[in-house]
């Protein structure tokens, strides 16, 4: 173990925090599962206004979503344009 | 050729030593050629040529539609094209009206009608084998900056004054109002360049990992998903919050 490079290193650990960074995709997925639900729930307790429910329920599933993005983001910055690799002591 | 990331031309510009994992998976913005401007490098990108081929199909779709409507005889019938647009246009207006109201609806129509038309035509051009504009943090960062002055701009219209002693109104809750109103551009931009950028993502790395003749056929139901379906949503969700932002402003307090 004693033959890690510095960038070997700040590599293996940029891949493991993309992947730590992804669990961001729990919250929009109880989130937007909550909204479909309650959307289902008033569809069924209201049929005549399908196209108002379904368009506030999609307008809030986007809003959710935006959280696990973020968390989408930093993965996809630290596989593809790691900021961390310019930081080694050269 | 210059691979970086979606933050064009920053990124591009730092990144250029580096190269691609894969020769055959270009996943960031190609730079094409080079060129100078007021002392800045700037890169000529696929961005810019997808951005054409989709504006290219804009103006010939209106420049046609435009000819129709124009020879179109009102004793007749219209026919299937004519249909197609008026359906279009309606459908534009009954949504901008219904969410922003009858007063002020209609001068919106023609603004938020561009807007969806040009979303959806970008973030669905990956069926025409281009990289989706909208998956540059640039264009989607200037589409919701055109949002934000037109929040601020409606609101000054509307309330005068009031639109910034609204935001003092509880004087604790000051800076969470200001960092509120901040982040509306920034969230909205993120939130359709994710959703673009990850469905262009999760397409190249599976035509990329999978062998050739499999990628004539499977990947196409996932082209109905990421291109198609989430496109339209984030186009209309993209349209539906700038409608619901600016139409937040019209209320005189």
């Known amino acids: 173990m004693g033959n890690i490079t510095n960038e070997g290193l700040v590599l293996a650990f940029s891949a493991l925090g993309a992947g730590v960074a992804m669990i961001a995709g729990v919250g929009p997925g109880i989130g937007q599962g909550i909204a479909a639900g309650q959307g289902a729930a008033a569809v069924g307790r209201n049929p005549g206004a399908r196209g108002t429910i379904m368009s506030t329920m999609l307008l809030g599933q986007a809003v959710a979503e935006t959280t696990g993005l973020y968390g989408l983001l930093i993965a996809f910055l630290l596989l593809y344009a790691n900021p961390l690799i310019g930081k080694l002591p050269q | ?253």
Not at chain 2, 118 to 127: D, K, R, V
Not at chain 2, 177 to 187: F, Q, V
Not at chain 2, 190 to 207: A, D, K, Q
């Open chain 2, 1 to 253: 050729m210059n691979s970086g990331m979606a933050f064009a031309p920053i990124v591009l510009a730092a990144n250029s030593g580096t190269k691609a994992a894969s020769k055959e998976l270009s996943i960031g913005i190609d730079g094409y050629f080079q060129y100078e401007l007021f002392g800045q490098k700037l890169y000529f990108t696929n961005t810019h040529i997808s951005i054409l081929i989709v504006m290219l199909i804009l103006v010939i779709f209106a420049v046609v539609a435009n000819q129709v409507i124009k020879r179109a005889d009102p004793n007749k019938a219209p026919g299937a094209f004519l249909n197609f647009v008026e359906l279009l246009v309606e459908s534009v207006d009954k949504l901008t009206i219904s969410t922003m109201g009858e007063k002020h609806g209609p001068k919106f129509c023609n603004y938020i009608g561009t807007l969806f038309a040009f979303i959806f035509l970008a973030n669905t051009s990956g069926l025409l084998g281009l990289r989706p504009p909208t998956a540059d943090y640039g264009v989607t960062l200037s589409l919701a900056l055109i949002t934000f002055v037109m929040i601020h701009y409606n609101g000054f219209k509307y309330q005068k004054i009031g639109h910034i002693t609204g935001l003092f109104k509880p004087l604790v809750l000051s800076p969470i109002n200001i960092i509120g109103e901040l982040a509306t551009p920034i969230s909205l931009s993120l939130r359709l360049f994710g959703n673009v950028m990850s469905g262009t993502l999760m397409m190249t790395l599976l035509y990329g990992l999978l062998y050739k003749p499999i990628t004539l056929f499977w990947p196409g139901f996932l082209h109905v998903y990421f291109d198609v379906f989430s496109g339209a949503i984030q186009s209309y969700v993209f349209c539906m919050l700038t409608m619901v932002f600016v139409s937040g402003n019209f209320e005189e307090e």
